[in-house]
């Protein structure tokens, strides 16, 4: 039967053909199943099945920062939406992880896969959501990526000891999923702040976790996903950045004004960059920025103006992934590669190395990260919406809550039925609310909150 596998194991010998810099176990499929195409890579495989997943287009209904169907000027084209901004973070990393010897296919998918667990309304959705999940492991954006991947996008069935089907997800190899994991540690676990609200994998999902990470330093990421971190850094602080420009939130030259400022710096210190930061660090990033002569110092909307606003975007990518590039190169030097295409360039794969970006690049990117939040995100109405925006997920909650299997999509609904006990139901519930785009959000919460 089509999609469903009854074995568990290493990957067929057709999945692992012309992956240079990776080996057997990387390539490693939860569920072993033989290609329809002989002749295509692992990882060729792992980006099409990203790239057709269902998961992905609901990204287009997804906030990235305003939100989606939203715009400011009556000439803006549709603000950007984690689909969106998924595809940007994967030309980018793409592109620098095949300069630095990387499988590019695998790079792309952790790229396109990284956001596809975030739920309705972007991180204002999700902290709400992790309010509603605290009885049961709470909500992380990240983990609930890995939970999609692995478990909740329907592609891959297996038998488990029982006979009974099992969803495995997309059935991704392990450096792929590897690759998407951005916090290698469960809830508790970050190896510096156990506080840290950041994680990447839930109690429930340990199993195929310890699977993905088996021979992988402990809380250590690995190359690709290092990239992949790297890249979406890059991609959404230059295109908030862009898109406030355009859409006339960021006056270019209030950047000048030293009031304006040291509200940039103080939004950068608080979020962006090390606690401790010297402002004057960030001030210099800034100035580095606008002293280039590709700087948009003005932006009216016109045709010039809006090539000129595109042409500081790519300035502004190639600035960033250069300077990891250059330094990644000089920190851990070229490796031999095999003889042909790709002779010589050295590959840096899985955990052959770190990724390098200078201290002076990531304050210009934090620094851009802080503009956009500032006169962006952090306008009055921006607030307002948010606030209804918790309001929509809290409720949603509570009704399915008091209503369930009644609300549930046909997959959750039986999933509800099979769970153990309460707080497996409660994460069904919340598994159900993530899935949701901001538009299906609001119409299910207004169904369940009709009176009867």
């Known amino acids: 039967m089509e999609g469903i596998e009854d074995t568990k194991g290493t990957a067929h010998i057709s999945d692992i053909a012309d992956a240079p810099g990776y080996d057997s176990a990387a390539t490693e499929r939860w569920a072993a199943e033989p290609d329809k195409r002989p002749g295509r890579t692992a990882f060729q495989r792992d980006r099409a099945r990203v790239l057709h997943s269902a998961a992905l287009r609901r990204l287009a209904g997804k906030t990235q920062v305003v939100t989606p169907g939203t715009r400011s000027r009556a000439w803006d084209a549709s603000p950007r939406t984690r689909l969106t901004h998924s595809l940007e973070c994967a030309q980018v990393g793409r592109e620098l992880g095949a300069a630095l010897g ?40 990240n983990a609930q990526s890995l939970r999609l991947l692995t478990r909740i996008e329907p592609k891959r069935f297996v038998k488990d000891e029982d006979g009974e089907l099992v969803s495995v997800g997309l059935n991704l ?62 991609a959404y602080s230059v295109h908030d950045f862009e898109d406030g420009l355009h ?42 920025l606008m002293g280039e002569e590709w700087w948009p110092h003005e932006y009216d909307g016109s045709a010039v103006a809006q090539a000129r606003l595109k042409d ?24 031999p590669g095999r003889s042909g295409a790709g002779a010589g360039t050295g590959r840096l794969t899985r955990y052959a190395a770190e990724l ?58 039986e999933a509800f039925h099979a769970a153990r006990d309460d707080r497996a139901r409660k994460r069904v519930i919340v598994d159900q609310i993530a899935n949701l785009t901001d538009a299906s959000a609001r119409a299910l919460h207004a169904r369940l909150r009709a009176p009867r």
Not at 112 to 129: K, R, T, V, Y
Not at 211 to 219: D, K, L, S, V
Not at 268 to 287: K, N, S
């Open 173 to 234: 190899t392990r450096a792929a999923l590897d690759a998407a994991t951005k916090y290698p540690w469960a809830r508790g676990g970050h190896p510096e702040d156990p506080g840290s609200p950041k994680f990447g994998v839930y109690e429930d999902d340990l199993p195929v976790f310890h699977w993905i990470r088996q021979g992988a330093p402990a809380h250590r990421k690995c190359f690709e996903a290092q990239v992949m971190d790297w890249s979406d850094d890059v």
């Open 247 to 288: 859409a006339g939130h960021v006056a270019p030259a209030l950047l000048l004004a030293e009031p304006e400022r040291a509200d940039i710096w103080a939004v950068a210190i608080g979020r962006y960059v090390p606690e401790g930061t010297d402002p004057q660090e960030l001030a210099d990033a800034l100035d580095r």
């Open 102 to 141: 990387c499988d590019p296919d695998l790079v792309e998918a952790a790229c396109l896969s990284h956001d596809m667990g975030h739920p309705p309304f972007g991180h204002n959705g999700e902290q709400a959501l992790n309010d509603v999940a605290k009885d049961c492991g709470g909500f992380e954006g």
């Open 356 to 413: 390098v970006v200078p201290r002076e690049t990531r304050n210009e990117c934090a620094v851009l990260k802080a503009v956009a939040d500032r006169y962006v995100m952090q306008r009055a109405e921006q607030e307002a919406l948010r606030a209804d925006q918790r309001v929509v997920v809290t409720e949603l909650a509570e009704a399915l809550v008091a209503r369930a299997p009644d609300g549930l999509e046909p997959q959750f609904r």
């Open 312 to 335: 500081a975007t790519s300035q502004l990518i190639g600035r960033f992934c250069l300077a990891a590039e250059g330094a990644t190169r000089q920190a851990w030097g070229p490796r």
